[in-house]
């Protein structure tokens, strides 16, 4: 019995430092959270897809319009998603009890993996999520050639 208190004892002084160190980071995020929120939480978090002739490339940004959201594409193949979250009218901050929502501008700004037709891509934006499809340039589609692939055959020489 004797044991088994001794063991739960060093259980939970194991435990302690890794808690008390969570709490240091969120007694530091508390105080040091300048402007409610950090650059990371409003980047959104993006897919690409390679499609037969497009390349789509999704994107999560919940919370905003579609008339804050600004997307360019340079020559050299970077693709900036940028904005800004703002806070609801009926909302503010003096008031807040708890928020864990952030806002406030983003911009990411991602290579594009391919030669693309930049002036026929297309925007479309809705339930928070961008989705952007690129066309590939002709140039791109008559890059690749299927191979065939045969099986070997034995060649039986004596």
């Known amino acids: 019995m004797h044991d088994m208190t001794r063991s739960k004892e060093l259980e939970t002084h194991s435990l302690q430092p890794a808690n008390q160190t969570h709490d240091l980071r969120s007694l530091w995020n508390y105080f040091f959270d300048f402007g409610g929120s950090s650059v990371d939480s409003l980047q959104p978090k993006i897919d690409i897809t390679d499609e037969k002739n497009s390349v789509m490339v999704t994107a999560e940004i919940p919370g905003i319009s579609e ?51 930049y002036n026929m891509a297309d925007a479309t934006y809705e339930n928070g999520v961008l989705s952007i499809t690129i066309p590939k340039s002709k140039e791109e589609k008559q890059k690749y050639k299927k191979i065939n692939v045969k ?8």
């Open 67 to 117: 008339d804050k959201i600004d997307l360019k594409i340079s020559d050299d193949g970077y693709l900036t998603i940028s904005g800004q979250k703002e806070h609801r009218k009926e909302q503010s901050a003096s008031n807040s009890y708890f928020s864990e929502i952030s806002y406030g501008m983003f911009k990411r700004t991602i290579p594009l993996p391919l030669d693309l037709d």
């Open 151 to 158: 099986k070997k055959t034995e060649n039986l020489q004596a």
